[in-house]
T-cell receptor, first 113, second 112 residues
Framework: DQQVKQNSPSLSVQEGRISILNCDYT??????FLWYKKYPAEGPTFLIS?????DKNEDGRFTVFLNKSAKHLSLHIVPSQPGDSAVYFC????????????FGTGTRLKVLA | ETGVTQSPTHLIKTRGQQVTLRCSSQSGHNTVSWYQQALGQGPQFIFQYYREEENGRGNFPPRFSGLQFPNYSSELNVNALELDDSALYLC???????????FGPGTRLTVT
């Protein structure tokens, strides 16, 4: 049972345009969400987080939106740069204090120059 | 500030053997989590250690065990290795009470 789903395995975007990566979850107990970026042969790099008390969080070119009623979150990257090409994972955790993250399967983003 | 480090980088073991993977947490981080990432999948939570005690466990059998030391570094031990244990093993550290986990580069384990 995949509690966190990233239904798009890959996405290609032109440099300078917006990249939108989507993530759906099924467990209504999830209340903290993260996005990570992963390059080959490296560990995931933390990008941005959002707690369920918010519906938006921004950090520079990265914005995460959370729609609790739809159990959906998205990561917007504006403007997209070639260096953003990587695999992006969303992760979710319930309020247990353990932050035991459930990860999606990832979306490979390719930003075309 | 030193980030999360893991050793070894790569490892090849035979089915039935035992393996120990090591992780040094980022400075000041007293919580360490271990994840297994199979090819084409997202990381799967194995367990978490906080102040040298296990603080949560995922759906992994008891042959996956761990330790955390007073300096917050950690080990993951896997006994009776199976072919399906071949994966990238990731360690992540975090500050107390923080949900933001910072990952190391991982150890690639191959079981033949």
């Amino acid at each position: 049972d995949q509690q966190v789903k990233q239904n798009s395995p890959s996405l290609s975007v032109q440099e300078g345009r917006i990249s939108i990566l989507n993530c759906d979850y099924t467990n209504s107990m999830f209340d903290y969400f993260l996005w990570y970026k992963k390059y080959p042969a490296e560990g995931p790099t933390f990008l941005i987080s959002i707690s369920s008390i918010k519906d938006k969080n921004e950090d520079g070119r990265f914005t995460v939106f959370l729609n609790k009623s739809a159990k959906h979150l998205s990561l917007h990257i504006v403007p997209s740069q070639p260096g953003d090409s990587a695999v992006y994972f969303c992760a979710a955790s319930a309020a247990s204090g353990t932050y035991k993250y459930i990860f999606g399967t990832g979306t490979r983003l390719k930003v075309l120059a | 500030e030193t980030g999360v480090t893991q050793s070894p980088t790569h490892l090849i073991k035979t089915r039935g053997q035992q393996v120990t993977l090591r992780c040094s947490s980022q400075s000041g981080h007293n919580t360490v989590s271990w994840y297994q990432q199979a090819l084409g999948q997202g990381p799967q939570f194995i367990f978490q250690y906080y102040r040298e005690e296990e603080n949560g466990r995922g759906n992994f059998p008891p042959r996956f065990s761990g330790l955390q030391f007073p300096n917050y570094s950690s080990e993951l031990n896997v006994n009776a290795l199976e072919l399906d244990d071949s994966a990238l093993y990731l360690c992540a550290s975090s500050l107390p009470g923080s949900g933001e986990q910072y990952f190391g580069p991982g150890t690639r384990l191959t079981v033949t």
